[in-house]
């Protein structure tokens, strides 16, 4: 990679950051009254950990990337899963030979920039990077897989209400952290049920952030080309003008709402979109 320094990637694995351990108490009261508030922001304050892996350790926990370890497979990535010495499942993200175009793996590194920096309970963790033959990030493995394949493979029964509406709840808090809990808005532009991974108790994890923007502080939105994501969850100030903010978040979380309630796919087989689909319904009305 011309433009970007081996240095460079470990320097990002070793910023310090801000915790609980961090915070000194003068005495006992001050600490009472305190209490609260830092249970409330224990969530966001974690210290984020990763870990630099050795090619060789995800070699061999993958057996060699061998085909049946392939659990996932996207525009420029593939999924592997994979167990560490210690027993761990794991998810290697591992950017293909055929992608390895520079604006690829630029984007493959803004993802490690971006989601390296989050730490909430429905946000996808990074547990690290390898940087040795290829760019790989490395996660937790999802034992349940995806929204999409819970609510669309018929060899899964049908989710309950109980467990999609934890599955909306934990989402849309994951949402709110990405834009209002980070110290830099995070806008990750592909929300969809493929990209919300399941824990074993059904607890909803963002996750895929190679198309995600950090948003500024001081600015109201970004202007993008070219117009990336998924047909039927593109705003329309998005996929018309290129405009993307929070809103963009929102309208592919209401597309989520949609299927999760409904059941149905984003786009059905004639290529109607879900929500031109609601629109007919008769007891939707417009004020």
Wanted: glycine letters at 8%.
């Amino acid at each position: 990679m011309k433009y970007i320094r081996a240095n460079s990637l470990k320097r990002l694995f070793s910023l310090k950051r801000s915790s609980l351990q961090d915070i000194v108490f003068t005495n006992e009261e001050e600490k009472n009254n305190e209490n609260s508030k830092v249970v409330q922001e224990q969530e966001h304050s974690r210290r984020p950990s990763w870990k630099c892996f050795s090619f060789e350790e995800i070699f061999d926990a993958t057996n060699g990337f061998r085909p049946e370890n392939l659990v996932g497979k996207g525009g420029y990535a593939e999924v592997y899963k994979g167990v560490l010495g210690n027993g761990e499942e794991i998810a290697i993200k591992r950017l293909t030979k055929a992608c390895r175009d520079e604006r690829k793996e630029k984007e493959f590194l803004s993802e490690i920039g971006t989601i390296g920096h989050v730490c909430h309970a429905n946000v996808m963790s990074l547990l690290g990077c390898c940087t040795d033959n290829g760019l790989y990030l490395i996660f937790h493995f999802s034992s349940r897989g995806s929204v999409s394949s819970l609510l669309h493979d018929e060899n899964f029964p049908v989710l309950d209400w109980k467990i999609r509406y934890k599955i909306a709840i934990g989402t849309a808090r994951g949402l709110h952290y990405l834009h209002k809990g980070c110290q830099r808005r995070i806008i990750h532009r592909d929300i969809k049920s493929s990209n919300i991974l399941l824990t074993a108790d059904f607890e909803p994890l963002i996750s895929d952030f190679g198309l995600a923007k950090w948003l500024p502080s001081e600015w109201t939105h970004h202007s993008i080309a070219p117009i990336e994501g998924t047909f039927g969850h593109l705003a329309p100030e998005y996929y018309m003008h290129g405009i993307v903010d929070e809103k963009t978040d929102v309208f592919a979380f209401g597309v989520f709402l949609l299927e999760i309630i409904s059941g149905r796919k984003p786009v059905d087989g004639s290529h109607q979109s879900i929500h031109n689909w609601v629109k007919k319904l008769p007891f939707i009305y417009y004020f």
